[in-house]
């Protein structure tokens, strides 16, 4: 079956659960209503459904190949790439003076999630432009700006993030790429990067490379590490390309996933060293490239929604036409067989898919309403607050989302039985897609360890204890509500409130004294955190009262409480973990491991 974004789902998500309505009507939103956001979705679900969506198999199977002329996408590619540049699409959440639209960056995420769960393959391309017009609009020169953010934004042009080198994965202390001044304000890098999405491709006419890269007198380690723009073809003063620049794709990598994504080594001055601009200061660049990488890290656990809701959605198609065996007390005629998603096991895993899908879709949803009132909140005040809350929830929702995508595609595999396990159902594809999810943009195990050690800390607690508080409340108008299904809700939101709480107490209690056993239980911690965290924005969906609406509407007070029953007792669970350190971890040597 096809895609069909759930755009009512998403936008009651967005406006009324996550805030972003809140915002709509104000300040620099002035001229949006909440009911322009949802035109907006509406329009791009017709594009995600009609144009990508059909693409996905096709491009799987079909997959990239690297000509003597460069990298070509699989069939479709490029004329869906044009019509998505038609449309718009890029310049979403973009500022006006560089050709946006100015809408908020909640509603562009949301526009992500759907070319995502179109066509992941694709989808990757905007991520990573848009990344780079982030870290331009914040570091570029005016000059760079100028020439480069426009195409950007519009999207004729696209943008790579050049980090990982053979030598230097996640930590970039190893990196070796060079940067050597030319005396004119211009650069020439060498060196080679691995693992880059879209380094190359025959979509748009050119490609804007952001690279790290070492100044000759640069300090060791990341302190002397710099940010460079270097084109694939270089850029005229008078915006027109220039010269074919000498950055190339040298190859391609054979992938579990994603075949219709080009990930590229790409070899940076073998002819004489590829010409490139700084960006920001010199020896500041990783300071530069994580304006580019916290944004893309939270488009990353939109991508985890993304691939769950597709593979949910594929799950309910299949198991509402396939008959195998009878219920009990079928009124079913003798030999007759009914769909398997009357039965019960069939029924709990799909509603798993569903309430974990939601869960972190609200999740990446309030973390993109943080950063947009980070940056268009009312005051002084709003903003640092919204910053606050962006920065605790960056980790949360890159960790928890792409791991609940590839649960929930393992999940999609198990509906279809034997037949997920072959290729032609289209459930196997959406399981190899997702498993990049925790890898890349920071693995979930280094998310894990941002959140203990630099976000949990911020304003020494207050910032993850504000939202707790918010949970509590949750909570407490679910008590309040003398709803028998909202009940129960709070009762379990109370236990896992409960248990986060003291994991929380412990882990700020110990990561000064007790590094170790807080890094041990780190991701226990932040999975209890996305869970607790999960159950307490249902709730507050299951508790939202549009005017017009039923005060208990049906669909989501039972998602509500079937993901307070069936999910939420999973953080009691993960609190023992948490909290347990380390010493367990090296009960046994190396030898004795591998013996």
């Not at 911690?525 to 307490?536: C, D, E, K, P, S």
């Amino acid at each position: 079956m096809t895609y069909r974004a759930p755009v009512r789902d998403m936008a009651f998500l967005l406006n009324e659960v996550a805030g972003l309505g809140q915002l709509a009507g104000k300040g620099d939103f002035a001229d949006f209503t909440a009911d322009d956001f949802r035109s907006v979705m509406e329009e791009g679900a017709k594009l995600a459904g009609d144009i990508l969506a059909p693409l996905n198999k096709t491009g799987d199977s079909e997959g990239v190949r690297l000509e003597a002329s460069g990298v070509k996408t699989a069939t479709g590619f490029a004329a869906a790439y044009r019509r998505w540049v038609e449309g718009g699409w890029g310049s979403v959440a973009a500022a006006p003076e560089h050709g946006g639209q100015g809408l908020p960056l909640a509603l562009a995420t949301a526009m992500q999630e759907m070319w995502n769960a179109a066509n992941m393959a694709f989808g990757l391309c905007p991520i990573l432009s848009q990344g780079a017009v982030e870290a331009l609009s914040a570091h570029g020169t005016d000059e760079q700006k100028r020439l480069y953010l426009p195409k950007l934004v519009s999207g004729e042009w696209t943008g790579t993030m050049n980090l990982t080198e053979p030598q230097a994965g996640s930590d970039l202390n190893a990196l070796k790429a060079k940067a050597v001044p030319q005396g004119d304000g211009t650069y020439k890098i060498s060196g080679t990067k691995i693992f880059i999405t879209y380094g190359d491709h025959d979509m748009a006419e050119n490609i804007v490379h952001l690279v790290l890269a070492r100044l000759p007198d640069a300090p060791a380690g990341t302190r002397g590490i710099s940010l460079f723009l270097v084109p694939k073809f270089l850029v005229n003063p008078d915006g027109s390309l220039g010269a074919r620049n000498d950055a190339k794709c040298t190859g391609l990598e054979e992938k579990i996933g994603i075949h219709a994504s080009p990930t590229c080594v790409m070899t940076f001055g073998d002819e004489g060293g590829a010409i490139g601009t700084l960006i920001g200061e010199e020896n500041r660049g990783l300071a530069c490239m994580f304006t580019m990488m916290n944004n893309a890290r939270l488009l990353v656990g939109t991508q985890g929604v993304a691939i769950a809701e597709r593979a949910f959605q594929h799950a309910l198609s299949y198991a509402q036409e396939r008959k195998q065996g009878r219920p009990t007390g079928s009124p079913l005629a003798p030999g007759e067989m009914a769909p398997i998603v009357v039965h019960p096991d069939v029924r709990r895993m799909l509603l798993t898919m569903k309430s974990l899908t939601n869960a972190a879709r609200a999740i990446c949803y309030a973390n993109a309403v943080a950063i947009d009132t980070a940056h268009h909140g009312e005051d002084e005040a709003a903003r640092a607050a919204g910053q606050a809350r962006a920065d605790l929830l960056t980790p949360i929702a890159k960790s928890f989302s792409t791991d609940i995508g590839c649960e929930v595609a393992s999940i999609g595999v198990q509906i279809h039985g034997g037949m997920g396990f072959i290729e032609e159902t289209g459930a196997g594809q959406f399981y190899r897609d997702a498993r990049i999810l925790p890898i890349y943009e920071g693995t979930n195990g280094i998310q894990a360890i941002d959140l203990v050690t630099r976000k949990l800390p911020l304003g020494q607690g207050a910032v993850a204890r504000a939202f707790i508080a918010e949970m509590k409340e949750t909570a407490e108008r679910a008590h309040a509500s003398n709803n028998a299904d909202m009940l129960a809700v709070a009762a379990a939101l109370d236990e896992g409130i409960k248990a986060l709480d003291t994991a929380t107490d412990y882990m700020l209690a110990n990561l000064k004294s007790k590094p170790d056993d807080c890094l041990a239980g780190a991701t226990p911690y932040l999975r209890l955190f996305g869970t607790v965290a999960g159950g307490h924005f249902l709730a507050r969906a299951a508790l939202a009262n549009p005017q017009g609406e039923d005060p208990f509407p049906v669909a989501r007070v039972s998602l509500a409480r079937f993901y307070a029953e069936q999910v939420l007792p999973a953080s009691l669970g993960l609190l023992t973990p948490a909290t347990s350190g380390a010493s367990v971890l090296y009960a046994l040597d190396a030898e004795a491991l591998a013996g």
